[in-house]
């Protein structure tokens, strides 16, 4: 099993969810696929979506629920087989 770090792509505010209101992209221990959103990054008030780049079980999230984020941060941890 290989433990992967996603990354922020770029510097922003992290959101886990689309919405206040809506329940977060992905839960520990969700299973995901390369290409699902993994959360939203917002720079001046534009959203961008983040897609995971493996496929693999979300072990943890290293950052919090609207956390400022450096371009190169660690956002979560995924196991994967590959």
Do not use: C, H, N
């Not at 008030?45 to 995971?52: C, G, H, M, V």
Request: proline fraction near 7%; charge should be negative; glycine fraction near 8%.
């Amino acid at each position: 099993m290989t433990e992967t770090a996603l990354k922020a792509p770029f510097p922003g505010v992290f959101y886990r969810s689309p919405s206040p209101d809506d329940a977060p992209f992905l839960e520990e221990g969700q299973a995901i696929t390369a290409g699902d959103t993994i959360g939203l990054l917002e720079v001046m008030k534009q959203f961008s979506e983040i897609p995971a780049e493996v496929s693999g079980t979300v072990v943890r999230f290293v950052v919090e629920d609207e956390a400022v984020v450096e371009a190169g941060q660690t956002l979560l941890i995924v196991a994967s087989d590959e």
